[in-house]
């Protein structure tokens, strides 16, 4: 069974710091993806970034990195120079290629339960 | 861009009632999955469509939730009765095997469910 752990439930910094949140993954399987998704106030989902189980180079865009290591099973999300809209909640994810069916396609995804970011001015 | 639409975006209604909410995915798009979000948790997968087909409904709460999608297009999530632990975010997505991204999933803006 896939489990995704987010043991931070809510982090508070001030603008302009560092701010890493923490994923730990549990799957059987080898093949899968990652996923980071943020919810702001408003209520959708924005992607941010897949990763599949082959690929773990560190990923940088802007101000955002992640740091993918099949060792510990983490997928780590690091906002750099925080800002006052970075403000939400910040899921991390994971699903596996879909076996149930021809076509391929991926199963659904298993959040976890978020982390909630508060940035102060 | 394409995106998935969903309505309505807001819905109040009373335990008991029947309520049903709609879903048109990204045009092409073959898979089509339900979530229902409460608040303070992640979402969680209800059901996935592969086209008309469903491909899992495991964690469907059959006894009152049905999900359609009669022609591989848009599709209808039912709740009757409604309870009041039903009330959530109820997120429709999207995603495609042959396009890129492939099995990027895309998601809706959410329906909003209050029972009172």
């Known amino acids: 069974a896939q489990k995704v752990t987010q043991a931070q439930t809510e982090i508070s910094v001030v603008e302009k710091e560092d701010v890493t949140l923490d994923c730990v993954y549990e799957t059987r399987d080898t093949t899968y993806y990652l996923f980071w998704y943020k919810q702001p106030p408003s209520g959708e989902l924005v992607f941010l970034i897949r990763r599949n189980s082959f690929d773990e180079q560190n990923e940088i865009s802007g101000r955002y990195s992640w740091n993918f290591q099949k060792s510990t099973s983490s997928f780590n999300f690091t906002i750099t120079a925080s800002q006052v809209v970075d403000s939400a909640v910040y899921f991390c994810?994971?699903?596996?290629?879909?076996?149930?069916?021809?076509?391929?396609?991926?199963?659904?995804?298993?959040f976890g339960k978020g982390t909630h970011l508060i940035i102060q001015p | 861009e394409a995106e998935v639409a969903q309505s309505p975006r807001y819905k109040i209604t009373e335990k008991s009632q029947a309520v049903a909410f709609w879903c048109d995915p990204i045009?092409?798009?073959?898979?089509l999955y339900w979530y229902r979000q409460i608040l303070g948790q992640g979402p969680e997968l209800l059901v996935q469509f592969q086209d008309e087909s469903v491909v899992d409904d495991s964690q469907l709460p059959k006894d009152r939730f049905s999900a359609e999608r009669l022609k591989g297009v848009d599709s209808t999530l039912k709740i009757q009765p409604a309870e009041l632990g039903d009330s959530a975010m109820y997120l429709c997505?999207?995603?495609?095997?042959?396009?890129?991204?492939?099995?990027?999933?895309?998601f809706g803006p959410g329906t909003r469910l209050t029972v009172l």
């Open positions: 997505a999207s995603s495609s095997f042959y396009y890129p991204p492939h099995n990027e999933q895309f």
């Open positions: 045009s092409g798009h073959a898979t």
């Open positions: 994810a994971l699903s596996e290629p879909a076996l149930k069916y021809s076509g391929g396609g991926a199963d659904g995804l298993t």
